[in-house]
C-alpha cells in the first residue's frame, strides 16, 4: 500500500509536504492533518499537501475526477414503450423512482445529423410526442467538412435558446460519429459541463466513436485539434440504425472493428476473415448466422468489438498513458485523411495506416509472410483500401515525426506481433520503415503480384459514396 502511495506520488509529483484531508462537517469543509487522529464527517476523496519552498508556500489539490457512464446495446430504441431513451442513463433506483413519479414534464434538447433526421426523424418526433417530451430537434449538416467550432457554437446558441435545467436534462446526439463528436464538445462547453447522451447510428460510432470519452472538432486543417475528454452519461446502442448506412461507411466502421481484432483478439480476426462479408451484405441486421449456425456474428462481433475497446480505454479515458494499442492505425492516418478530405472516410484511412503498419511488422518478423497476406485479404473482403497513392514516404515521415513531438520524444508505435497480439515498440527503424514501405508499394499499389483482383478499385482516392 504504501509503495502504492509512494509511487502516485513520486507520478503525481507532489510536493512532500503536509498531507491534509478534507473532512465535511453540518456543510463545512476543513483541513485536517491526515496524522491526526478521529474525525466526525464526510471525507473528501481530495487531498491538500501544502509545502514551503523557496518559491514561497504552497498548496498542492489533488482531487479524483471519476467519470461513471454505462454503454447499452438495446433494441427497438424509438419504440415508445422503451424508455431507455429518456431514463437510461438514471442508475440510482431512487432517482429513478422519483423521476418515474414526477409530474414535472420531461425536456429534452436533441441534435440529429441531417441524413439521419431524413430517415428516423418522424420516428424520434413520435416518440418524443407519444411521450409528452417538451423538446427541440436540430438537425445539422454534420459533415467532416463541417466539423468545427462554428457547428459547437451554432448548437450551444439553440440550447441557449431552447434553456435546459444542466443537471437534470441531458442533451441527446443522434448520428454518426461526427455528429457525436460535436455534440459531446458543446455540451462540455455549456455551462462548463452539461451531460450528454451519445446514439450512434453508423457502424464506426456503434464500435468505436460512442465508447469512450473524446469530443473534437477540426481545427486549422488538423483533425480533431480541439475537443475535450467528457465522457457522456450515457450509450445507446440500437443496430437496427446500421441498415441504412450505406455499404462503403460499413467497411469504414468494420476498420476500426479489424483493428482491435488485430490487437487484441485472434477469434474475432477470424470472425471477420470468415463472416465479414456477410457482415457487410446483411448490413449487421441478422440474428443468427446462415451458414455456420453459430451464435449471430453481428452481435458477437459489435459485443467483442466494444468489449476490447472499453478494456483499453476505461483505465485510459484522458489518454495520460500515451502506450495506447488504439493507436494502430491511427499514426499516419490523420494527416492522410485532411490532406485528401474528403476523398478518404476516417476508417479508411485508419486502413490504409494499419496495412502500411502490417508490412512493418512483417519486416521486423513478427508476423509472416503468410499472416500478413490473410490480414491483407481480409481488409480487401471488407472492401477497405489497402494503399493510397498520397500516402507517400514523405507523407509517412512526416506524421510520424508530428507524432513524435507529441508523445513525449518517443514514437510508440502498436504493432501486431501475430494475429490478435500486439505490443508496443519504440526502436523501428528507419530503414525497416523504408524497406516495409517499398514492399508494400510493389506489392500493394498494382495489386497484381500478389493476386489481389480488387486493388485497382481499393487505391482511387475518389470513391464516391453510396
Ligand atoms: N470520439 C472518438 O473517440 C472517435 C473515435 C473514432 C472516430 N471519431 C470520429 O468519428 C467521425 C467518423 O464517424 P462516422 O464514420 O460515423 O462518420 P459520419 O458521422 O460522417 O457518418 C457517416 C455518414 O453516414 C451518414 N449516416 C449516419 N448514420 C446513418 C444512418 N443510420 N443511415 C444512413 N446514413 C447515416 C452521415 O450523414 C454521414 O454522411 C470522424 O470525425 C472521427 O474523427 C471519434
Not at 45 to 59: D, F, K, L, Q, R
Not at 65 to 79: P, Y
Not at 189 to 197: D, E
Not at 402 to 417: A, D, F
Amino acid at each position: 500500500m504504501e509503495a502504492i502511495k509512494q509511487n502516485m506520488d513520486e507520478e503525481q509529483q507532489i510536493p512532500k509536504g503536509t498531507e491534509l484531508r478534507l473532512v465535511q462537517v453540518k456543510g463545512t469543509w476543513t483541513r485536517q492533518r491526515v496524522s491526526s487522529h478521529g474525525h466526525n464527517g464526510r471525507v473528501s476523496a481530495a487531498n491538500i499537501y501544502e509545502s514551503t519552498s523557496s518559491h514561497g508556500t504552497s498548496w498542492t489539490v489533488v482531487s479524483p475526477i471519476t467519470f461513471t457512464f454505462t454503454i447499452t446495446q438495446t433494441h427497438d430504441l424509438l419504440n415508445p414503450s422503451n424508455d431507455t431513451l429518456l431514463m437510461g442513463h438514471i442508475r440510482d433506483p431512487k432517482q429513478l423512482e422519483d423521476f418515474r413519479s414526477s409530474t414535472k414534464p420531461i425536456k429534452r434538447f436533441v441534435v440529429m445529423d441531417e441524413t439521419v433526421y431524413s430517415l428516423y426523424g418522424s420516428q424520434v418526433t413520435d416518440y418524443l410526442e407519444a411521450r409528452n417530451v417538451l423538446y427541440r430537434i436540430l438537425p445539422l449538416p454534420t459533415t467532416e467538412e463541417n466539423k468545427s467550432m462554428d457547428m459547437v457554437l451554432k448548437i450551444l446558441d439553440e440550447v441557449h435558446r431552447f434553456g435546459i435545467e444542466r443537471r437534470t436534462e441531458p442533451i441527446i446526439g443522434i448520428g454518426g460519429g461526427v455528429c457525436l463528436d460535436i455534440v459531446g464538445l458543446a455540451a462540455s462547453l455549456y455551462r462548463r459541463r452539461t451531460p450528454y447522451i451519445r446514439v450512434p447510428t453508423t457502424l464506426l460510432s456503434y464500435i468505436d466513436a460512442s465508447v469512450g470519452a473524446k469530443t473534437g472538432v477540426n481545427f486549422a486543417n488538423c483533425k480533431n485539434k480541439l475537443g475535450t475528454y467528457i465522457a457522456p452519461v450515457a450509450v445507446f446502442l440500437d443496430r437496427a440504425f446500421i441498415q441504412t448506412v450505406p455499404r462503403r461507411h460499413i467497411s469504414n466502421g468494420l476498420a476500426e472493428m479489424l483493428k482491435m481484432a488485430l490487437m487484441k483478439h485472434r477469434c474475432l480476426f477470424e470472425l471477420l476473415e470468415t463472416k465479414g462479408r456477410f457482415l457487410l451484405d446483411s448490413k449487421f441486421q441478422s440474428t443468427e448466422d446462415p451458414i455456420g449456425k453459430c451464435a449471430d456474428p453481428a452481435s458477437v462481433s459489435t459485443q467483442l468489438a466494444i468489449e476490447t475497446m472499453l478494456e483499453e480505454l476505461a483505465p485510459n479515458l484522458w489518454e495520460d498513458d500515451l502506450d495506447r494499442l488504439v493507436d494502430f492505425g491511427h499514426l499516419i492516418s490523420p494527416e492522410l485523411e485532411m490532406k485528401v478530405l474528403p476523398c478518404l472516410l476516417h476508417g479508411e484511412a485508419v486502413n490504409i495506416d494499419m496495412s502500411f503498419m502490417v508490412y512493418v511488422s512483417c519486416e521486423r518478423g513478427m508476423l509472416t509472410e503468410v499472416e500478413k497476406l490473410r490480414i491483407i485479404h481480409c481488409m480487401l473482403r471488407l472492401e477497405l483500401p489497402v494503399w493510397h497513392q498520397d500516402c507517400n514516404f514523405a507523407l509517412l515521415q512526416k506524421a510520424l515525426s508530428e507524432r513524435l513531438q507529441h508523445s513525449g520524444g518517443l514514437l510508440r508505435m502498436p504493432l501486431p506481433t501475430g494475429l490478435g497480439r500486439a505490443e508496443i515498440f519504440n526502436d523501428i527503424s528507419n530503414d525497416t520503415l523504408y524497406k516495409a514501405y517499398e514492399k508494400w508499394c510493389d506489392d500493394l499499389s498494382t495489386g497484381t503480384e500478389l493476386g489481389f483482383p480488387n486493388i485497382s478499385q481499393h487505391k482511387n482516392d475518389s470513391k464516391s459514396v453510396e
